[in-house]
């Protein structure tokens, strides 16, 4: 199995003990130039089509903080509720509650897969989950971003992709434009920015392989 490792760099003492001390981060961008000044009061979203009307996205944001994400609710109630706002779900899928979804049209679940308490779906742009895929407790999977060579500061979003068969555990975090490869997992804590090979491991600072 190919391993990946992400580590956390913090600054140490001679002796190796963390130091606690964050480093200066350079300010001027590779060619030299100065980051151009951030004026928000632009703003304007462009690039970005939430994919449903007002009156859409406020019935689902009311049914979702009134019925999906309690615990109360039956997991075959939320799948049914996200199917009528959208989301193409497979069958036997297990969505937990607690689980917050940003725009269930723009959700694919498939077959067989598992999204966990406290899970974070901020699909600004599609998310595509495969079948016999786990989503574990806390997980991000975050869509959204900024152009930060942008004055204005608009978005620059991506979809995610987890193929089937793979694993995000407790607390990951993947972010736009990412390919999690069939098979995969992705270890607890872990970021993710980019492609992760089919049947590789993505882990934490604190992770260690076994034999």
């Known amino acids: 199995m190919h391993i990946q490792f992400v580590r956390t760099l913090m600054p140490m003492s001679e002796n190796g003990v963390p130091t606690g001390e964050v480093p200066d981060v350079p300010t001027a961008r590779p060619d030299g130039a100065l980051p151009a000044h951030r004026s928000l009061s632009g703003f304007t979203g462009r690039g970005y089509d939430k994919g449903r009307g007002r009156l859409w996205q406020a019935a689902w944001f009311f049914i979702s903080g009134l019925i999906v994400v309690r615990w109360w609710c039956p997991p075959t109630l939320r799948v049914i509720i996200l199917r009528a706002f959208g989301a193409r779900i497979g069958q036997d899928v297990l969505i ?39 989503i574990s407790q806390g997980v991000f999977l975050c869509t959204g971003s900024h152009d930060r060579e942008s004055p204005t500061f608009e978005f620059d979003n991506a979809p995610i992709v987890v193929e089937d068969g793979a694993w995000v555990a407790a607390r990951a975090t993947v972010l736009r434009g990412s390919r999690i490869g069939r098979n995969s997992v992705v270890g607890a804590t872990a970021l993710v920015a980019g492609n992760v090979a089919p049947g590789s491991l993505v882990a934490g600072p604190l992770a260690t392989e076994k034999g």
């Open 96 to 134: 937990r509650h607690r689980v917050r979804i940003h725009w269930p049209w723009k959700l694919t679940v498939g077959d067989n897969s598992w999204i966990g308490e406290d899970a974070w779906i901020l699909n600004l742009e599609q998310v595509t989950i495969g079948q016999d895929v786990c």
